[in-house]
């Protein structure tokens, strides 16, 4: 069974960084996608950065791109978002995603598992 736990969220100035980590477990990944995605109040979800777990190749979102770093841990099954110069449109639940493909995607309709978010505040 597949689980993801996030972490890493809280509340943080305009310009500061914050790393959030998603845990996987339940099973090996190595033929997966791994997304980060991000909901903010009365929107959509919308699509931040996403890796493969194989090759490690990444795409980002243009809000997060140059700012925004996803990354991977094989030995702890972990996948992280380093955020820096963060700014108030940031503020959002942030969702960790994984995909039974090693194709990235940018839906999320297409990721089959989902951890619980977590909460990111960035204050003006």
């Known amino acids: 069974q597949v689980q993801l736990v996030e972490s890493g969220g809280g509340l943080v100035q305009a310009g500061g960084s914050l790393r959030l980590s998603c845990a996987a477990s339940g099973r090996t990944y190595s033929n997966y996608a791994m997304g980060w995605f991000r909901q903010a109040p009365g929107k959509e979800r919308e699509f931040v950065a996403a890796?493969?777990?194989?090759?490690?190749?990444?795409y980002y979102a243009d809000s997060s791109r140059g700012r925004f770093t996803i990354s991977r841990d094989n030995a702890k099954n972990t996948v992280y978002l380093q955020m820096n110069s963060l700014k108030p449109e940031d503020t959002a639940v942030y969702y960790c995603a994984a995909r039974r493909s090693t194709v990235v995607v940018t839906t999320s309709a297409r990721y089959d598992y989902w951890g619980q978010g977590t909460q990111v505040t960035v204050s003006s």
């Open positions: 890796i493969s777990w194989s090759d490690g190749r990444t």
